[in-house]
């Protein structure tokens, strides 16, 4: 985030320009933040699915968009002024990789009315638990419609 934050043409131009390069990135995005049980990121994400998000990064050149938009969020003042909280009822997943949301800090800013922790799954959970993830989304949308 912090290289992408304040350097995104640098590692855009890296990424685009190697395959092997936008591979070694995302592969160790993948192995950093999936379920930390797994010693390895095919052993949380079917490499095949995970070959693929990565072929569409590659196919598409979005390595420049994404790094980009931190870039923007960095350098965006109204990014960080005061807000007040908002109304919208919101659903939190929270998945066991360290992706730690502390409920508290999440209730300054946002209507919490569906709150979930889960032991498995990680940073990317449609990709490693999608049952959890699919399951906590209809809750948290059921608890809308009553």
Do not use: C
Not at 73 to 98: C, I, L, Q
């Amino acid at each position: 985030m912090q290289l992408q934050g304040t350097r995104p043409q640098t590692l855009a131009h890296a990424l685009t320009d190697s395959p092997a390069g936008q591979l070694a990135w995302i592969v160790e995005k993948f192995k950093e933040w999936t379920d930390a049980s797994k010693e390895l990121p095919e052993d949380a994400v079917d490499r095949d699915r995970m070959l693929a998000n990565i072929s569409i990064y590659w196919f598409t050149d979005t390595a420049r968009s994404v790094a980009n938009s931190y870039y923007e969020r960095f350098h965006d003042a109204s990014m960080w002024a005061p807000k007040p909280p908002a109304t919208v009822p919101t659903g939190v997943a929270v998945f066991a990789t360290g992706d730690f949301a502390i409920r508290r800090f999440a209730e300054k800013a946002h209507n919490i009315t569906h709150w979930s922790e889960f032991y498995r799954g990680g940073h990317f959970p449609a990709l490693e638990a999608p049952d959890l993830l699919t399951g906590d989304i209809r809750a948290f949308f059921t608890t809308l419609t009553s």
